[in-house]
């Protein structure tokens, strides 16, 4: 159901530069393309980490147990194929356990799974959401490897799946309930006993958090008359939390879940667009929705309760280990439409959190707490996030040192001490910065990116690596830059200066340029990626991204699966793995018919590996498209047809279902190595 994802249209109608305008300057100054061989510019966008690895300090306590790369970490498995079947595929040695399905019972009284779709709003409340994204495992009793919470994200829902034949006519309150408690979080107690995992079925740990679950708003936005609503005149309190995307994890033992794309949500019955600037800037919906909440739920209908978006597109912390705890909406952290957040510690032990805005031409940030961490000191730890400055990424083609391509700076948002901030009246006080926190960006200069995905920490070095996974709206190119569209995506790495996360500059690199070599097998032509790539490795459209203890990264795909034309050869979406000394890329892992692949998270033992699986069976771009009957749409074909795309992960559950799969290596070890 693409109407949902509009993130590739661009709503930042600032002047503001193109990151690649930047890397075009930068690789003309070097002039690499006129030195006349495209290898010469692929070697040089995959310059390797060696230089850099090793030489910093540990400042990391919660990554896990690796030990510094001198070299890179070992990458011992074989590598797969790529594939366009209906299944999961795994390197020799590996097994794969379906775990958690959409719609799975939750807890010991849920009701049970219906495969025709007819399950109730009020049965999706006590069942598994859809769409699985990010996730995090917390370990119980102590650093269990066997026992744990699983926490995930249930980023959207799709209507075609939703719901039985009868879809969306007619269209009622429950079909909005049920969609509404689709979304969220789940929290999974969950057990390995005799080497298979089970939801451990009448755990008090057991929660679903959905659209409807009251949360606290929390920060310098709390209580702003923008955050007010009719029915919370307080402006601090709030139902629900929505287009759960990826997620982060605190050192103090929480959960972060990112808002992503909640304005999809917002719109209105009135037939009028009354759209403030604000709401443009986030790309709410003149009119009517495809979720079409607004007819059921006024808070939902932008004319009848103007503020209510205001009160998305935030990091929301939840405490997995106390289920009666109030998830809280940290506002110091600004309102983007928040892909992930990976923290990072200052040398003198502040928090940082980095965070992207998955939209085309949206930006890059960092937040950095006012307060110090103190390992034990949890209850206070827990206020970090209320009080500390947000900064947004500008990138130029400075000179690097060693082999990294340019320089940035972290512009401060803040209204009293950034004079264009101070100057501008759409901006009354803090709170409002961070409210239209984009619009603040582009007052300030921000660099223009492919979309944001996922941030990731080297465990050892503190690299910091972001997926820019595509942005078919870009039209800026000159000589040094071919692509007229980036359709594969790359991975953008930098290091903040004096390998301090408080810095205010950094050096910056692209690690990967991902590319096709066997639809474009010229190596000159940009579009074959850079020098990692291969026919091999190919892929498109990195989005999850993560490094495990040992610092191998993973990076997970949300891309075309059409396998054909500029993506001939590539398949289905799926996993590969990165040593990020020698920039190493091996293919671990590939997803369904027409998944995306998501979420990624490890037992503190590295032995056991949770990704999701997300859409399998989304219709857009599949290869195999059938056409429907004339008079019917896409979305009505699949209702009456539910297994016409995928059957994945069983035929017998009716329809195709967004799952947890968890992989293991069959001798035991540690996967990856
Ligand atoms: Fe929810 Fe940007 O992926
Ligand atoms: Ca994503
Ligand atoms: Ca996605
Ligand atoms: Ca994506």
């Not at 790359?490 to 205010?504: F, K, P, V």
């Not at 990704?611 to 429907?628: K, L, W």
Request: proline share 5%.
């Amino acid at each position: 159901m693409s109407y949902f994802d509009q993130d590739d249209l661009p709503s930042n109608l600032s002047d503001n530069e193109h990151f690649q305008q930047i890397v075009d300057r930068t690789v003309s100054r070097r002039g690499f393309l006129k030195s006349g061989v495209g290898l010469g510019a692929a070697a040089f966008l995959a310059a390797p980490l060696a230089a850099n690895a090793g030489k910093h300090a540990h400042q990391h306590m919660d990554h896990g147990r690796g030990h510094g790369p001198k070299k890179g970490p070992r990458i011992g498995f074989t590598p797969i194929g790529t594939s366009s079947a209906d299944t999961i595929v795994v390197p020799e040695g590996y097994q794969a356990q379906v775990f958690a399905r959409w719609g799975d019972p939750l807890f010991i009284d849920s009701p049970a799974w219906r495969p025709d779709g007819t399950n109730t709003g009020a049965d999706q409340a006590r069942q598994i959401g859809d769409n699985h994204d990010g996730m995090h495992f917390f370990p119980l009793r102590g650093k269990s490897d066997k026992e744990g919470l699983l926490v995930m994200n249930h980023e959207y829902t799709n209507y075609e799946y939703l719901f039985g034949a009868e879809f969306m006519t007619p269209w009622t309150a429950d079909k909005v309930l049920k969609a509404q408690n689709a979304h969220g979080i789940s929290v999974l107690h969950v057990r390995q006993h005799k080497g298979k995992w089970d939801i451990v079925r009448n755990s008090k740990y057991n929660r679903r958090i959905t659209g409807n679950t009251p949360m606290q708003i929390s920060g310098p936005a709390a209580g702003h008359s923008l955050m007010r609503t009719k029915a919370d005149p307080s402006g601090k309190r709030v139902l629900g939390t929505l287009n759960n995307c990826a997620n982060g994890f605190t050192p103090w033992g929480t959960y972060l879940t990112c808002e992503e794309n909640f304005n999809g949500y917002f719109g209105t019955t009135s037939g009028a667009d009354t759209r403030d600037e604000i709401m443009r800037r986030y790309g709410i919906s003149a009119r009517g929705t495809g979720y079409r909440w607004e007819e059921f739920d006024e808070r939902f209908d932008y004319a009848k309760e103007p503020n209510e978006s205001n009160r998305f597109g935030w990091v929301v912390e939840i405490d997995p280990y106390d289920p009666r705890s109030t998830p809280v909406k940290r506002t110091a952290l600004g309102r983007i439409k928040h892909e992930n957040c990976a923290y990072a510690f200052t040398r003198d032990r502040r928090v940082v959190v980095y965070m992207g805005d998955d939209q085309a031409n949206d930006y890059i940030y960092k937040f950095v707490s006012d307060g110090r961490f103190v390992p034990g000191k949890d209850a206070q730890n827990r206020r970090l996030l209320d009080n500390g400055k947000l900064y947004v990424a500008k990138f130029s083609d400075g000179a690097a040192s060693g082999d990294f391509m340019g320089t940035g700076e972290w512009l401060l948002l803040d209204k009293r001490a950034n004079a264009t901030l101070a100057a501008d009246g759409r901006f009354a006080d803090q709170a409002e910065v961070l409210i239209k926190t984009r619009l603040a960006a582009d007052a300030v200069g921000a660099t223009k990116m492919d979309r944001p995905e996922w941030i990731t920490v080297h465990p050892d070095t503190n690299e910091v690596y972001c997926t820019l996974t595509n942005n078919s709206s870009r039209s800026v190119t000159d000589d040094a830059n071919p692509r007229t569209q980036n359709r594969f995506g790359q991975i953008i790495r930098w290091r903040e200066a004096g390998n301090d996360a408080a810095a205010m500059r950094f050096e910056w690199d692209l690690f990967v340029v991902a590319g096709n070599p066997i639809a474009y097998p010229d190596r000159s032509d940009l579009r074959s990626g850079s020098a990692a790539i291969t026919a091999d490795n190919t892929f498109n459209s990195p989005d999850g991204i993560g490094f495990d203890a040992d610092g191998r990264l993973w990076i997970q795909t949300d891309g075309s699966y059409s396998n054909s034309g500029v993506y001939a050869g590539q398949g289905n979406n799926q996993m590969l793995c990165a040593d990020p000394v020698s920039g190493e890329i091996k293919r671990f892992l590939v997803g369904p018919s027409g998944c995306e692949i998501t979420g990624l998270t490890f037992t503190p033992d590295g032995k056991t590996m949770f990704i999701n699986v997300q859409h399998p069976g989304e219709a857009s771009g599949h290869p195999n498209s059938p056409t429907p009957p004339a008079g019917q749409s896409m979305d009505q074909f699949i209702a009456a047809n539910p297994l016409a795309f995928s059957q994945w992960p069983e035929a017998s559950g009716g329809r195709p279902r967004s799952a947890t799969v968890i992989v293991t290596k069959k001798d035991g070890g540690v996967i990856g190595t």
